[in-house]
């Protein structure tokens, strides 16, 4: 499993988007769908990880995480996959208790998800950088 996180509109989509040029690619947006599909193509392409977590905000943290994870290994079973993360915990700590929470869960799995990864890439403003 690839990884690649950075923030917002800092290129991730695009540099993704070049390497699996002319692939056989099903491309999974979070935040359009409630529950994560079936694999249908050679590559799955994950993004958007943090629209999934804001999704199931009412379930507790490790059902989230376990189905989330349980999903993952599925897919790389039959497929590579690259996920995609939005970074959103640096910065000032929001005042809500919801979305305090939602960037506490993101952390979270995205600590999961670098562990199991194959490779991390950080992309910040355009630029990449290999973490793992």
Not at 24 to 48: H, S
Not at 53 to 82: D, P
Not at 90 to 117: H, M, N, S, Y
Request: charged share 30%; net charge negative; glycine share 6%.
């Amino acid at each position: 499993m690839r990884v690649f996180v950075g923030g917002a509109f800092n290129g991730k989509r695009a540099h993704v988007r070049q390497l699996v040029e002319n692939q056989d690619v099903q491309w999974i947006e979070c935040a359009e769908v409630d529950r994560l599909p079936e694999a249908k193509a050679k590559t799955i392409v994950l993004a958007g990880v943090e629209s999934f977590v804001e999704h199931h905000l009412k379930k507790s943290e490790e059902v989230m995480m376990e189905e989330f994870m349980k999903q993952l290994h599925t897919y790389g079973k039959q497929s590579e996959v690259i996920v995609i993360i939005t970074e959103n915990g640096r910065g000032i700590v929001p005042i809500e208790p919801e979305t305090r929470e939602l960037r506490d869960r993101c952390g979270r799995l995205a600590q999961q998800v670098f562990k199991e990864a194959t490779e991390v890439t950080r992309i910040w403003y355009g630029l990449t950088e290999t973490l793992k």
